[in-house]
């Protein structure tokens, strides 16, 4: 996963960039944002596999908000950067990419829909 230290850092170089304010917002929405997909039940963790995880995470990132202005943006930059991680690209327009994370932040797409639409434009 990513560090709390690496996110704030990834979130104020995308935010210096295009000119957004940095900044944390709510604290306990972070704290929350980055346990999700680390959460598990009875010794099984909750999101199995990266594109699990890295859906978990990107919904609590837009949900949540915890930093002032970015939301979003850090959200798909952290998704993006962890299914690198294990070696997946995401192959869609950016229209489709930005309907997808609209669609978050306007609560039309949840936890499984993000799952499904990552299933759909993966590549190994």
Known sequence: MIAREELIYL???????F???TGIRDERGLSAALARPLASFGGEDLYQG???K??????S?????????????T???????LLLEHGFKIAAT????HSLMLDIATSRADYSRI???????LVK
């Open 115 to 121: 799952r499904e639409w990552l299933e759909q434009h």
């Open 50 to 52: 990266p594109v699990e």
């Open 94 to 97: 950016e229209e489709e990419r």
């Open 11 to 17: 979130h104020e170089m995308l935010n210096e960039r």
């Open 75 to 81: 959200a798909y930059v952290v998704m993006k950067l």
């Open 54 to 59: 890295a859906a978990a995470l990107t919904e």
């Open 61 to 73: 990132l837009v949900k949540n908000h915890p930093f002032h202005e970015g939301n979003t943006r």
């Open 19 to 21: 000119f957004g304010d």
